[in-house]
């Protein structure tokens, strides 16, 4: 079984900062990618960001430029870095991984529990 587990989410100010982290354990083979996801009320799920084993990185058009998102393989976990933070950013943020638990199996879609990000004066 695996499991992702997060943290860092909280409130901030507008022009603030957080960092997200997300460490995923268990049985783990390999991690093909890892990313952030969010979900505003009434919005539907989007993507925020992903990360590859190998480091190629993908962004939505409204963070650009504020978040980074970055990977520990070693550790097994990925970080989001959200600068210049925005109301419109308060959500709350999931971590998904694509991982292969053994050789022998195809990848497998993982989602943490999710963390709350606001972004209020």
């Known amino acids: 079984q695996v499991q992702l587990v997060e943290s860092g989410g909280g409130l901030v100010q507008p022009g603030g900062s957080l960092r997200l982290s997300c460490a995923a354990s268990g049985k783990i083979f390999s991690i093909y990618a890892m990313g952030w996801y969010r979900q505003a009320p009434g919005k539907q799920r989007e993507l925020v960001t992903t990360?590859?084993?190998?480091?190629?990185?993908n962004y939505a058009d409204s963070v650009k430029g504020r978040f980074t998102i970055s990977r520990d393989n070693a550790k097994n976990t990925v970080y989001l870095q959200m600068n210049s933070l925005k109301p419109e950013d308060t959500a709350v943020y999931y971590c998904?991984?694509?991982?292969?638990?053994?050789?022998?199996?195809?990848?497998?879609?993982?989602w943490g529990q999710g963390t709350q990000v606001t972004v209020s004066s």
């Open positions: 990360i590859t084993s190998g480091g190629s990185t």
């Open positions: 998904n991984a694509r991982i292969q638990s053994d050789l022998f199996k195809g990848l497998v879609d993982y």
